[in-house]
């Protein structure tokens, strides 16, 4: 499993370049908005990337308050915090693509609100688990993100009506899409997916060694650097994770 | 606005998302780093 | 069902009776409303359209600061006098301390909010131009809406460094589409500007959704303490 990872990394990279000249070269220019419409081509992949990594989030959130599984905990976490690096993507390279071609930095549409509110969710998420010196804090957290899964359908349902009572112009643009954008879409959607996928691996594999080094300090404390128990241990062996 | 200027926000825009990689995943190897040596002191 | 109100009614009545006697937490929280009006007064000067247009922003985050002190003190009492173990080993579903602790939440910012709203209409001499009755079910729906998922957050933050900022941190994410409808829904009344309608539906929608979620997962929240 070990070697796979470099190989996988090479091939990502590659991919990555490769979906790279698609979107520089190879795509056609855009009628109205010129050359720098290719932004879309790494502010939509980025946005769907998020939106799935939050959506493992969630789902990892409920396995583990339902089965109390510590790897569907840490699971949540990495989607977290990889899901908000995307999405800090999406929110940076919209109002840079905004700027040129609408005029605006910043509209309150949809899109880009409930883009910013699911950040705000998932960034109060991981302040929590960084906050929370309890040994429950992956309890907790699977709740917010529960609450968070329940907020954003109310979030986009009410930006929806307000923008249909204030039309404002819509970033990201809608209606049809050329095929040959299409496809340089999907390959730079592909790429990323698999980028994001081997920075998932990679945190995780960070997470369980973090785990393993928060036992291992436990137990010495617990044990004594000889392994003999020693007396002030008995007094302030942390259970679980102890504050940091 | 001409599209000789508007190239530039094209750029920031694969240039910025590069970078919040790349700041990401120096975190990330800072914190194996860290991880590392503190696994090593308590193995001693 | 009806020993879980009566203990809800008793925890609920209890919390009352001993902040009517020192007052403590009510006067701090008064004085701090009056201070956000005053200071929201210097800050904007509009004239009489204008007020009618934001004077539904204006009052709702003035309410939510005054809330956000309200919800920060909800479990000080019972953190204090170690009443949450209790609990926890007591055959008292955990429910009714949170629907007691809630109501409680509830008539307290109410009682900042009826205080607040006179002084808000002398400052900007609003005039509601729409069907003024409608402002209660807003405020009510709205009311509880910051209410009962603050005194959830307040829970979940008790065991963290910060607390008092983590409340906030974790309430306002969450609370957007809540603060968006009684915003609009107070424009749109004040102005006589269309319909109300849909803002206050949207409201008792996330009233719903959320008082349900908080009751489904206050038990593991209280267990996690």
């Not at chain 1, 990337?49 to 396995?63: K, P």
């Not at chain 1, 583990?64 to 999406?90: H, M, S």
């Not at chain 1, 650097?225 to 102890?242: D, E, F």
């Not at chain 3, 309410?63 to 309200?70: I, P, T």
Request: hydrophobic share 55%.
């Amino acid at each position: 499993m070990k070697r796979l990872f470099p190989i996988l990394a090479v091939l990502t990279a590659l991919l990555l370049t490769y979906a790279l000249y698609q979107a520089l070269v190879v795509a056609p220019t855009e009628r109205t908005m010129g050359d720098v419409q290719r932004i879309f081509y790494y502010h939509v992949p980025s946005a769907w990337t998020a939106f799935l990594l939050f959506f493992v989030n969630l789902v990892a959130s409920v396995v583990y308050l339902v089965w109390r599984n510590p790897k569907a905990d840490a699971l949540a976490v990495v989607a977290a915090e990889v899901g908000v690096i995307f999405c800090t993507v999406v929110l940076v390279t919209g109002p840079i693509w905004a700027r040129p071609v609408w005029g605006i930095w910043w509209t309150w549409d949809v899109r880009l609100t409930t883009t910013l509110v699911l950040w705000l969710i998932y960034v109060s998420y991981l302040v929590l688990r960084r906050f929370s010196d309890s040994s429950q804090t992956p309890k907790l957290a699977a709740v917010l993100a529960i609450f968070g899964a329940l907020d954003v359908p109310l979030v986009y349902f009410s930006i929806w009506f307000f923008r249909t009572q204030h039309p404002q112009p819509v970033i990201g643009g809608g209606g049809s899409i050329d095929p040959r954008m299409l496809h340089v879409l999907l390959i730079n959607w592909l790429a990323f997916s698999c980028f994001a996928v081997l920075v998932c691996w990679w945190r995780y594999r960070l997470e369980r060694l973090q785990r393993e080094v928060e036992e291992a300090q436990a137990l010495e404390s617990l044990l004594g650097p000889g392994g003999v128990p020693s007396q002030s241990a008995r007094v302030k062996a942390p259970l679980g994770r102890g504050p940091q | 606005m001409n599209s000789a200027n508007s190239i530039k926000f094209l750029y920031a825009a694969y240039i910025a998302t590069w970078l919040i990689h790349a700041l990401y995943l120096g975190s990330l190897v800072r914190r194996y780093g860290r991880l590392r040596q503190q696994m090593k002191d308590l193995r001693k | 069902m009806k020993s879980f109100w009566s203990i809800t009614l008793a925890t609920l009545s209890k919390d009352i009776r001993l902040e009517w006697r020192s007052k403590d937490a009510l006067n701090a929280m008064l004085f701090f409303s009056l201070l956000v009006v005053v200071i929201f007064s210097f800050s904007f000067d509009p004239n009489a359209e204008e007020s009618r247009q934001i004077a539904g922003g204006l009052v709702w985050v003035a309410f939510l600061f005054s809330a956000v002190v309200a919800l920060n003190q909800t479990w000080a009492r019972e953190l204090r006098n170690q009443v949450l173990d209790a609990y926890r080993v007591s055959p008292a579903p955990a429910n009714s301390l949170f629907i007691a602790k809630a109501m409680g939440n509830f008539l307290l910012v109410s009682l900042l909010e009826a205080l607040m709203a006179p002084l808000f209409t002398i400052f900007y001499n609003l005039r509601v131009l729409g069907p003024g009755w409608q402002l209660i079910p807003v405020a009510v729906l709205g009311t509880w809406a910051l209410v009962v998922n603050g005194t959830f957050f307040a829970a979940v933050s008790l065991r963290t460094r910060s607390r008092e900022i983590m409340l906030p941190l974790l309430l306002f994410p969450i609370s957007i589409p809540a603060i968006q409808s009684m915003v609009e829904a107070t424009r749109i009344i004040l102005t006589g500007d269309g319909s109300a309608r849909f803002w206050i539906v949207l409201l008792l929608t996330y009233d719903v959704v959320f008082t349900t979620a908080c009751l489904g997962l206050f038990e593991t929240v209280l267990q996690a303490e």
